[in-house]
């Protein structure tokens, strides 16, 4: 039940830090909101990492969380790439669905499969991921638009790998110092993009640095949520769960900026606390 509430906590965190990042991407573009966002991150897991005395793991999960940084920040960029050339309703639902399964396989075969409840529970939570990351076209968007799938699919992969490895490297029992390599793993890699692409590092709107900091702390806390969630359950339990995020997002859109839910995005939510039952039965 406690990595449930965990992989809930990190799918509220992760959420509401998209939608904080959305925001910030308005203010100073995409590249620069993820670049900052990460630098803010680092400097928060540093300051908790300072209280609460954690020994520096090994050199092994040093580099796998640092691979695991570099490729969930390569995942991202992708997506708003393809965002970009594609249609979003195409490119968000893909890559998220993506994300979920992977570790749904990878957990199966090293925990074994879970049980029935719970297997049901991951269907109605990956169409809950689906339904809520698209808009009305749905399927139609998606069909109409194959040829958009490459880089959803390439983000969803960064998505999943990046589950995967931060579970491994989080499962000796560091917590923190591998989110700090993980997050310089995606500074660097945000940094060097930046770098042959020529990026202007410059703000240009003050207002953006608060939302940017917030942003930051959001996306550390879903971090923290999903590492707790791996280490007190399983991975496909908790990769599923934080993979819910799309919901929140899109409910703080609709709340805050009067954004209309589609039917498939209602269904979805439905669908999210079907799935949320189900597993804790």
């Not at 991202?76 to 490119?91: E, K, N, P, Q, R």
């Not at 809950?128 to 958009?148: E, N, Y």
């Amino acid at each position: 039940m406690l990595s449930i509430l965990l992989g809930l906590g990190a799918a509220l965190s992760w959420g509401a830090g998209d939608f904080t990042g959305g925001l910030a991407s308005r203010k100073t573009g995409a590249y620069r909101a993820v670049l900052y966002s990460e630098v803010v991150g680092v400097i928060f897991l540093l300051i908790i990492v300072a209280v609460s005395g954690e020994a520096s793991p090994d050199l092994r999960v040093w580099i796998i969380a640092t691979i695991a940084g570099a490729i969930g920040t390569l995942g991202l960029m992708l997506l708003y790439h393809a965002m970009t050339f594609g249609l979003m309703s195409v490119a968000a639902p893909v890559s998220a669905l993506l994300a979920a399964t992977l570790p749904v396989i990878v957990g199966s075969f090293r925990e074994g499969l879970p049980g029935f409840w719970t297997f049901l529970g991951f269907g109605f939570a990956l169409a809950a991921v689906w339904l809520i990351s698209q808009s009305a076209g749905g399927v139609t968007d998606i069909l109409a638009h194959v040829s958009d799938l490459k880089l959803p699919l390439l983000a969803g992969i960064g998505f999943g790998l990046y589950f995967i490895l931060m579970h491994e490297a989080t499962s000796t029992g560091a917590t923190f110092w591998p989110m700090v390599a993980s997050r310089s793993g995606g500074t660097l890699m945000i940094v060097s993009y930046m770098l042959v692409a020529r990026i202007s590092w410059k703000v240009d709107d003050p207002s953006a640095w608060s939302v940017i900091i917030f942003n930051g702390i959001l996306d550390v806390g879903g971090n923290i949520f999903f590492v707790f969630a791996g280490q007190t359950g399983r991975l496909d339990v908790a990769a599923v769960l934080s993979s819910l995020f799309p919901g929140a997002t899109v409910m703080l859109a609709w709340v805050f900026l009067k954004e209309r839910l589609s039917r498939n995005q209602w269904i979805g939510i439905v669908s999210a606390l079907v799935a949320i039952v189900l597993m804790t039965i």
